[in-house]
């Protein structure tokens, strides 16, 4: 049986620069193998170009309910990024383990993936009572979009876990809830002329400017008190315009401008109903004034991506269970938040309760010199051994309604 540490797992992963842009097949080939040394098997879900795969696997009874061990195999770039050690190397130091992803969330990965060889045996043995369920993504850093059609697939199945434990980094902190996302651009067609006659001409920077600042006064009545959930930080939905680009020289009226924007929102808020106030805002108040100089004028919406917000219940199975195995016992149940979405809102979503807890902190994630430390390793490793006790023993059967 393969006897791998967890810090040894991780320099094997770390090992492979699954950059999102880049293929994750290499490494999650590595994984199956590992996987069929230890006597698991497991399947990947490739994506239209077959450049990329989720890989899934189940160990223990083949049954109804169980678990899922969640996490993303790709990573964020290190370009521009000024790293003192090679980022796609392990290299250890004071404790800490440094490399892109050691984090975010390969950190988590390794945990899990030397754990195998002991869920292996306790589901040998009949000591594992409920399914457990290994489900990593590919594409999670570009706006969760790998692990969509792996749902899909599931759910065909009648795949129906009760919990799904979602490895970001929380410091090994268990947390129920972040916000939902939604980024839109809008594209703004004006009528181009010389400055110099700029009234005949449909200014696209002038109107985008007025979205915007209609999107800011959307974003100010968010913050009433009616809208807020305290439980986050900050305690209510926020909304941003991030990027913009217009205009070719100051002595031309621009006739394009697009400027993207971003809602982040609590639990509860229709996140689409700014994109459509903004709509609304454009069909009734601004298009009409740009037809009036130019026919030919338009404000376009476009989606960009979406993924929903998390609040899972502290009450639930999975609030309990993560409760006992994380190990924070002081603060059991409480509904710890983290600012970064996850995964977990779309397990959520698709009827699988999540929660997030995972080793290291976001606080390196995305970072140049990214770690993890050893003691964070080791209570992940700590609470892969808590849970394998866990669905041996008779609590859980719960989890397998
Ligand atoms: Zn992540």
Redesign the pocket.
Known sequence: MNTLSSKAMLAKLVGFPTVSRDSNLALVEFIQAYLSDVGVESELFYDAERTKANLFATIGPVKDGGIVLSG?TDVVPVDGQNWTVTPFELTERDGRLYGRGTA??KGYLASVLTAVPLFVERARSGSLAVPLHLAFSYD??IGCVGVRPLLAALQKRGFRPRVCIIG?PTEMQPVLGHKGKMAVRCCVRGAACHSAYAPYGVNAVHYASRLIGKLEEIGETLAHPEHRDDRFDPPFSTVQAGLIRGGRALNIVPAECDFDFEVRAVPGFDIGSVARELETYASETLLPKMRAVQPDTDIRFEALNAYPGLATDPDSDGARLIASISGVQAETRAFGTVAFG?EGGLYDAAGIPAVVCGPGSMDQ?HKPDEFVTLEQLARCDAMMVRLANELGCTGVVELNR
Do not use: C, F, N, W
Request: no cysteine.
């Open positions: 993303h975010d969330m999670e850093e970001e996850t994630g």
